[in-house]
């Protein structure tokens, strides 16, 4: 193959590959709804993207192109259609994933949350311990600028994605699962469908997997199973000895199967982020990676964009932006903010995500916005679906129980901001409320 095209370029995980084929020295190209940071970023990177429905503009020689889509994108799109019935080859991302990753020493991260964060993590300690990996991540890493890592290093770390049964497509070494909460009902049908497709990814990792303490994965798993959890001593893997200074930062020791690790400084913000320490760090004290280079790489690491993302921090005013778009992620950032800044006014912006999601989950997510003490909805991002009748945001508001909630549109929004003159703001969402993150930091920055 001489040409690679990417239908739904922009996302994530596609833009990784995108970079990845660059870098390979292949003409990569490809097509998305809506402009972005991201698809600027690939423009920038000698990548031709464009943003309308153009067959015309797929490489003419079908027989030395590679069409890569995701499932997200629709598929009576023009584009989709020309590439399957023109003899292209065409295949999903997770496929492409799995034939990169096959044959290397695969480290890889599952859950329904957390897996972000801690797989930019490993690769991070991966990078600084001397030892190396190739990375396909979830995020773009605060410290690399991007979410694609390469090396000569026959290690490579991938965040394996149970949308669409994604991460069937992995056989790891090493493998963690950080959660199994009920999500992508639209795909699975039930939470017992979905966790079965959880226990089929285990049942394919070869050597060790770190399990969050309280799951549970049938006998019939072949891999040696370690448990990891926040300060559970009956877990594996667990921290102690907390330390939370001023600015939100923990320093714990860990507690290991080998020892103890003393003084560990995470160097990214609240309670969610050292439990994501621990599942790295055990993941990589699995592979063999010597402590001291865990511990001074959890110090160093600067986290992932849009993961409790600290943007504004000064006395009596704090913005954070993280991704959550299920009530599990909303309800652990809220936890862990109200632990960093115990006593202050915390305002929650939230931008649901897909009218499915906010159909099964409505009761769930209003459970977990009440920790705030207001609530401001915007309306369902749809990304790939249609409207649903009788399914908006108004399903989550009339059951959240703070006081001082709304719904207002997302063009109102930055007119809300400066009216209410928050004191602790934090926005939540996987849609496009992410294009507001920069005017809101303008806005509070003045």
């Excluded at 599952?110 to 001397?130: D, R, Y």
């Excluded at 209003?366 to 749809?382: G, K, Q, T």
């Amino acid at each position: 193959m001489k040409n690679v095209y990417l239908i739904g370029i922009g996302g994530i995980g596609m833009s990784a590959i995108a970079r990845y084929y660059r870098f390979k020295g292949m003409n990569v190209s490809g097509y998305d709804r809506t402009p972005s940071e991201l698809t600027a970023q690939l423009e920038g990177e000698g990548i031709a993207v464009h943003y309308e429905d153009r067959p015309d503009l797929m490489p003419e020689d079908v027989s030395e192109t590679l069409v890569v889509y995701t499932p997200a994108v629709p598929s009576d799109l023009g584009e989709m259609r020309k590439a399957l019935s023109a003899g292209y080859r065409t295949v999903k991302r997770s496929m492409i994933l799995g034939e990169i990753t096959r044959g290397k020493r695969c480290m890889a991260v599952a859950g329904t949350h957390g897996k972000t964060t801690t797989s930019t993590l490993v690769a991070h300690i991966l990078t600084e311990s001397g030892t190396g990996c190739s990375a396909f991540l979830g995020g773009i890493s605060k410290n690399y600028g991007t979410n694609l890592l390469v090396s000569d290093s026959p290690v490579v770390v991938a965040e394996a994605d149970e949308f669409d049964r994604s991460f069937l497509q992995l056989h790891p070494d090493i493998a963690a699962i950080t959660a199994m909460d009920a999500d992508h009902l639209d795909i699975y049908g039930t939470v017992e469908n979905m966790r079965e497709a959880f226990y089929e990814f285990a049942s394919q990792t070869g050597g060790t997997i770190i399990l969050k303490y309280g799951l549970e994965l049938p006998d019939t798993i072949t891999a040696k199973i370690h448990t990891y959890h926040f300060d559970d001593e009956s877990a594996d893997f667990h921290g102690r000895n907390f330390r939370l200074d001023g600015s939100g930062h923990y320093t714990f020791d860990l507690k290991y199967p080998g020892g103890v690790l003393s003084d560990i400084r995470v160097g990214t913000l609240g309670r969610l982020n050292v439990e994501n320490s621990i599942a790295a760090a055990a993941m990589c004290l699995c592979a063999g990676i010597d402590a001291q280079h865990i511990r001074s790489a959890i110090g160093s690491y600067r986290g992932v964009v849009r993961r409790l993302d600290e943007h504004v921090n000064r006395p009596g005013l704090t913005y954070i932006d993280d991704y959550a778009h299920h009530p599990a992620e909303i309800a652990a950032a809220l936890r862990s903010i109200r632990e960093i800044f115990p006593g202050r006014h915390i305002t929650a912006v939230f931008q649901p995500h897909l009218y499915t999601r906010t159909r099964d989950f409505a009761p769930e997510f209003a459970e977990a916005l009440s920790a705030a003490d207001r609530v401001v909805l915007l309306d369902i991002y749809p990304a790939r679906e249609e409207p649903i009748s009788g399914v908006s945001a108004e399903l989550i508001l009339k059951d959240i129980t703070c006081g001082d909630k709304s719904l207002v549109r997302k063009e109102e929004l930055l007119d809300t901001i400066g009216r209410l003159r928050p004191d602790v703001l934090i926005t939540f969402g996987a849609g496009n409320i992410d294009r507001l993150v920069a005017p809101i930091k303008e806005l509070l920055s003045k």
